[in-house]
């Protein structure tokens, strides 16, 4: 199977090579990285400042353009700064990705 029609955790343990260390190829850390990919998703479609997780308002620490990229990075497997922007919201959710 081509990398690029990989999906799931195996995307997620390539994802996690090209982080250089930035983010930790564990089954832990990847169902964490789904929350976030999920939190970050629902950034890239609106304007609101503010968003929620698990009953908590959280102020927004990207922008929707950014998460937008952020997402476009993940399902083409890039590593970027922009895609390290992930782990502001990971923080922000103290989850370890």
Known sequence: MEVSKS?????YL???DKSNGELRAN???YLNFKKVKEVI???AFTDKSTYSFEGT???R???STDAKKIISN???I????TTGMMKFVANQLGLTI
């Open 78 to 81: 890039i590593w970027t700064d």
């Open 7 to 11: 999906h799931g955790y195996a995307q």
């Open 74 to 76: 993940i399902e083409t």
């Open 41 to 43: 998703n629902n950034i």
């Open 27 to 29: 089954y832990a850390n």
């Open 14 to 16: 390539v994802l996690a």
């Open 57 to 59: 308002i959280y102020n």
């Open 61 to 63: 620490k990207i922008t």
